[in-house]
């Protein structure tokens, strides 16, 4: 129900949009989030953007880099990634639920930015 995308391989320095498309799910009331997990380590939390007012939050290690919005008429959520780090590389998923729950998850984008 949701679909990740917009994966790729940049060069540090460089940007990415990641797309979660919502199809059989009506997001308008659910807050979206995105997180990120390197193979052998704990899934990070990335950005959430609230379904009342669309408050966005950011982990630290994103803050000022990436921008979190959300097209509730296309049911999609964005994700745009600028002045990427090779630390950013890592499988990126997309979360949905009301409030903190995280009900619907996506498959997952691989998001490689080489230095």
């Known amino acids: 129900q949701l679909q990740a995308s917009g994966g790729g391989s940049v060069q540090d320095g460089g940007s990415l949009r990641l797309s979660c498309a919502a199809s059989?799910?009506?997001?308008?009331?659910?807050?979206i989030a995105w997180f990120r997990q390197v193979p052998g380590k704990e899934r990070e939390g990335v950005s959430v953007?609230?379904?009342?007012?669309?408050?966005?939050y950011y982990g630290d290690s994103v803050k000022g880099r990436f921008t979190i919005s959300r097209d509730n008429a296309k049911r999609t959520v964005y994700l745009q990634m600028n002045s990427l780090k090779p630390e950013d590389t890592a499988v990126y998923y997309c979360a949905a639920g009301r409030a903190a729950r995280r009900d619907y998850w996506g498959q997952g984008t691989l998001v490689t930015v080489s230095s």
């Open positions: 059989g799910l009506v997001i308008d009331d659910f807050a």
């Open positions: 953007i609230r379904s009342i007012d669309s408050t966005a």
